[in-house]
């Protein structure tokens, strides 16, 4: 699989995912965090998964309708726990990781909107 990890997420998610083979840009290895929306956009046109902590691509994804892949977003995570976590959606979503879906998930929970549901918003 091909990720785009920001700079809100541990540089071990990065190492582990590249250990197991993965793609994976880690933002800080860039040189320059360019922002939500640009990296997004890079996401978007690269195919890759982005993985975040920041809910403000939630509001570029439904208020203002920007084109997305699928979004992982990692709430109130650890930094040591946030592969466990990652690696629990990879496992059980498999098909939805394909769907560009949003997946917010936390210790406790994880919800996945649709790109259907976006028409709701």
């Known amino acids: 699989m091909r990720f785009l990890v920001d700079s809100c997420i541990s540089k071990f998610v990065t190492e582990s995912l590249r250990a197991q083979q993965h793609n994976v840009i ?3 290895e860039t040189g320059y965090d360019p922002g939500d929306e640009i990296l997004m956009q890079q996401a978007y046109e690269e195919n890759r998964i982005l993985i ?3 809910k403000d691509f939630g509001d570029l994804v439904f208020v203002y309708n920007k084109p997305h892949t699928t979004i992982i977003r990692l709430v109130a995570t650890p930094p040591k ?3 466990n976590l990652l690696e ?3 496992e ?3 098909r939805e990781l394909q769907e560009n879906v949003l997946i917010t998930a936390s210790l406790s929970r994880i919800r996945i909107k649709y790109p259907s549901d976006e028409e709701n918003h």
Request: glycine share 0%; hydrophobic share 40%.
């Open 26 to 28: 880690w933002v800080p």
């Open 52 to 54: 975040t902590a920041e």
């Open 81 to 83: 726990k946030q592969m």
């Open 88 to 90: 629990t959606i990879l």
């Open 92 to 94: 059980n979503y498999s």
